[in-house]
């Protein structure tokens, strides 16, 4: 006996399979965003906070890190998810804070931020 089938019965598996591929990229997604895989904070002034983005916008930022007198400040990069600390961070900028981030390792796409270092608070620093 042949295994033949019919042209109908193809296009069933095809869907059934990218709708498994869509689910696992989703899933995947999630998981990266969801737990973090290191956390801590970073002191120092920030220098930038803008929007940007074609079609996904993301808060993206700078942050001087304060070495000794006379070095060449380190530059911390970091992306902010929430609006709210957006906006407490441009009302800081230029000013010494303290960011409090969660670094998320392997995000499949920039829509979420391009940096891997989500910034969850911030404090100024007197």
């Known amino acids: 006996m042949s295994s033949f089938r019919p042209r109908g019965a193809v296009l069933p598996i095809l869907t059934a399979l990218l709708g498994g591929l869509i689910l696992l990229v989703a899933l995947y997604t ?9 956390d801590g904070e970073r002191a120092g002034y920030v220098q930038k906070l803008s929007r940007k983005g074609w079609i996904c916008k993301t808060w993206e930022g700078d942050l001087a890190l304060v070495n000794l007198p ?6 911390f990069q970091f992306s902010v ?8 961070i ?16 392997g995000v499949p796409t920039t ?5 891997q270092y989500f910034v969850t608070a911030i404090q100024a620093v007197e």
């Open 70 to 75: 006379g070095q060449p400040a380190e530059i």
């Open 30 to 38: 999630w998981t990266t965003l969801s737990y973090n895989y290191s």
């Open 90 to 105: 441009n009302k800081l900028v230029g000013k010494r804070v303290a960011l409090t981030y969660e670094q998320h390792i």
């Open 111 to 115: 829509c979420f931020g391009e940096t």
């Open 81 to 88: 998810r929430d609006d709210a600390v957006a906006e407490q």
